[in-house]
């Protein structure tokens, strides 16, 4: 028996209709078109609106989606591991929330946050399941109402984020095709750069977290943007040469949509040409955990078997990371 290794059968994303745009953004804070798509790359995000919805609604329809197209019934799946920064509740997991909407009966599902490297992560975690040899078909969703922690009066932040996400199955190939290598790294020291201050045990909610606007996501731009250039790009050149990849081996560049100028980075880093980068940050903006499912299922019909693609993220915590995988199936 060959090795096993864990690919992607499939991908469906999922996001809100409602449109978000830089226009609109010129009506809330003191900003306008030209500073945000020159600094950042983003037109416009989608929003979710409306009571009663949570990242397990876009979660779940992505899910369903899946395992409709890939003819999956969802008694078959073993785990599904959600990636969100974002979850409907602090307890439970919002995988919990999402099996039981689609119906994952003999599933077991659990979250994982690590910031916007989050997908990436459990992509790497639920990899382990089917290499292993123990599952035969894990779901990695990852999906964030990242508007649910905007404060759209500060313009260092609401100009960045979108909601949205994306799920892909995974199961055992053994013809060579699948995830290769990965290589992960997080620091916590990174925390005081990019965090939500309450909310969590060391300050929980109270009337006063409340008034100083504490629940909404804090970022020093900068330090972040510094640290992301440097490690992104750093750990994508790290997994191609521990690989012996050239830049003309590499097919496609699916990195995490945080900054137009820190993609650029990453990209020119690994000699690659931006025709074989992934980008559609001028339409969803930062979606945290869903930005690389997005880019993978709106690529997935320009992919082709034994495509060589690198997965690549930074995020809060810090969390960085690289996936190298051979892609695995033709466009239907
Ligand atoms: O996804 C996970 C990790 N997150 C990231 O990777 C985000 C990393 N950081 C960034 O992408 C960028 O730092 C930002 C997009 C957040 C900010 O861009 P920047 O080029 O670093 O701008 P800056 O913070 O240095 O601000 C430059 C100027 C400042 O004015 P002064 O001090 O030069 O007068 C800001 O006050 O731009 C001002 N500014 C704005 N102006 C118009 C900040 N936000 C805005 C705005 N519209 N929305």
């Known amino acids: 028996m060959g090795k096993i290794n864990a690919a992607i059968t499939g991908i469906q994303g999922n996001v809100p209709n409602d449109l978000l745009t830089n226009k609109d953004l010129e009506k809330l804070v003191d900003t306008n078109d030209e500073w945000i798509f020159s600094r950042t790359g983003i037109k416009e995000r989608h929003i979710q609106k409306g009571e009663g919805l949570a990242t397990s609604d876009m979660a779940a329809e992505a899910v369903k989606g899946l395992l409709e197209k890939t003819n999956t019934d969802p008694l078959d799946i073993d785990l599904l591991i959600c990636a969100t920064v ?6 439970p997991a919002t995988g919990n929330v999402v099996s039981d909407k689609v119906g994952l009966k003999n599933a077991w599902s659990f979250d994982l946050n690590a910031a916007c490297s989050g997908f990436i992560y459990a992509l790497s975690v639920g990899s382990q399941f ?4 123990k599952y035969k078909k894990v779901i990695v969703v990852g999906a964030d109402k990242m ?62 977290t409340v008034d100083a606007k504490e629940h909404f996501v804090y970022q020093e731009g900068k330090s972040v943007f510094k640290f992301a250039v440097s490690n992104m790009a750093d750990v994508s050149a790290k997994i191609m040469e521990q690989n012996n990849l050239k830049s003309e081996d590499v097919d496609w560049l699916v990195p995490h949509q945080a900054n137009l100028r820190i ?31 997005l880019c993978l299922w709106e690529w997935e019909n320009k992919l082709k078997k034994g495509d060589t693609l690198i997965l690549s993220a930074f995020g809060g915590g810090f969390t960085w990371g690289a996936i190298y995988l051979k892609w695995a199936y033709d466009p239907s």
């Not at 799920?167 to 750069?193: F, K, Q, T």
């Open 147 to 208: 508007s649910s922690i905007i404060d759209y009066t500060d313009r260092t932040t609401c100009i960045i984020f979108g909601d949205g996400g994306g799920a892909v199955l995974l199961e055992p190939n053994e013809e060579g095709y699948g995830i290769i290598d990965s290589i992960m790294h997080a620091d916590g020291s990174g925390r005081e750069y990019l965090h939500q201050k309450a909310g969590g045990s060391l300050k929980p909610a109270s009337h006063e």
């Open 86 to 91: 974002t979850p409907d509740f602090v307890f």
């Open 263 to 293: 993609i650029d980075a990453t990209s020119r880093r690994m000699g690659l040409d931006s025709s074989k980068v992934m980008i559609n940050i001028q339409n969803y903006g930062n979606t945290t955990n869903g930005t690389i499912p």
């Open 130 to 133: 089917i290499e292993t040899g």
